[in-house]
């Protein structure tokens, strides 16, 4: 125990008052009191306690009085009401007007210890609560998703426009875009962010295990089911779920959710006694749902029914302008992590960076530099840091196009120049590595310096 837990303890009966504050200081908690209702209410409007353990019968006030005060100054403070006239009536009163619990006279000590230390749990447990959503609701804030780019500014838009809805909304964008990093920002900045928020990934269930998992099940449904067990549903009721990789969900199953959307109710397995529901439902795909459907692989009425705010995530390597600012908030979030000195990517680096393709997307970025903080010694980040297979990514080359008219060209000297440029990109790149270069072009080193030598190229 310690001192920084105050108490207040109010009785009109002097000797008992004097005792209860004694034992309370004993285990250590820092103890006022006070004998009657006005003095036990002016000090409440001063000073802050964690509990408070009042009689119901006073001189002057009730304990109800003090309960309907206290809630009023702090609705954190427990109240513990002590009477010598126990009844049911008053017992249930005092649990309604917002008391912690009920102890009648003579006070059991040890029992009084175990209600204050179950009342400080529940304290804990709300404040930590509480700290967890504003952590949550600070790190899924809008501001938190990078991106300046057009593609990205569309995303923000439309998300400012839908988040403070309960419309249903499917998520569309290749792996790794960052799509329950949206789902969860539309939650925790919305109407519902005071209420759960359950993600699922329909595809890493088992399909024998997805049905109960979703909807729960009742005891002897099949076997292994020993007991009635909530679903996922149940669980974020009055809140959001997220059906994260939805179109991998069987035929059968999609027929249960339609149901479970349409009538906003759901039924364990097992049982026919359905549980109503008021949850806002995010799914999320990366693949193309339309295309399952005309396969009749995915349910059109399902489809529609979770389509009705689609919002598509573009891939990294559509927003190139993007890729900067990412990587700068990677490099703070792990430098610090490692407790590494803020490190930095040098010009070179970065182009080739902004020229990949991102096959991964933003996730790939954030494991690529992680694993460059973990292993690399110096504070700066250089294209020789990179994996050989970001010098050879298809898109670090240039795509040119030549129209023959009647004219005719120069085919020698437009192979010329276009091989200069080449070469010039591939120096410029690696940083003038002739051997990374060389492997860029698909070269051998030897015939990369005899070009370089014949164009009086500067390496």
Known sequence: MSDDIRILVIDDDNSGR???????QSVGYSVVSAANGEDALEIISQEQFQIIVSDLF??????????????????????????????????VRAMKEGAFDYITKPIDFDEL??????????QKLLSENVYLRKQLQGRFDFSNIIGSSPAMEFVFERMRRIVKTDSTVLITGESGTGKELVARALHYNGNRKDKP??????????????????????????????SDKAGKFEAANHGTIFLDEIGTMPLHLQTKLLRVLQEQE??????????????????????????????????????????????????LRERQQDIMPLAGYFLEKYCKLMGRTMMSVNKQALEVLERYSWPGNVRELENLIERIIALTDG?????????AGFL???????GVRIDLNEKGVDLVATLGEIERTLI??????????????????????TTMVEKIKRLKLEA
């Open 18 to 24: 004097e005792a209860l504050s004694l034992l309370l």
């Open 58 to 91: 006073l001189p002057d006030k009730s304990g109800f009085d003090i309960l309907q005060s206290v809630r009023k100054v702090s609705s954190a403070t427990e109240v513990i009401v002590v009477t010598g006239h126990a009844s049911a009536q008053t017992a």
């Open 113 to 122: 210890k175990i209600v204050v230390a179950k009342a400080l749990e529940k």
């Open 197 to 226: 928020f359950i993600a699922v990934n329909c595809g890493a269930i088992p399909e024998s295990l997805l049905e109960s998992e979703l909807f729960g099940h009742v005891k002897g449904a099949f076997t292994g089911a020993i």
């Open 266 to 315: 759901v039924e364990r397995v097992g049982s026919n006694k359905p549980v109503k529901l008021h949850v806002r439902v995010i799914s999320a795909t990366n693949i193309d749902l339309e295309m399952k459907v005309n396969q009749a692989e995915f349910r059109e009425d399902l489809f529609y029914r979770l389509n009705v705010i689609p919002l598509h995530l573009p891939p």
């Open 379 to 387: 504070t700066v980040i250089t294209s020789n840091d990179l994996p």
């Open 392 to 398: 050879r990514d298809k898109r670090s080359s240039v």
């Open 424 to 445: 010039s990109q591939a120096l410029k790149l690696t940083g003038g590595n002739r051997a990374k270069a060389s492997t860029l072009l698909g070269i051998n080193r």
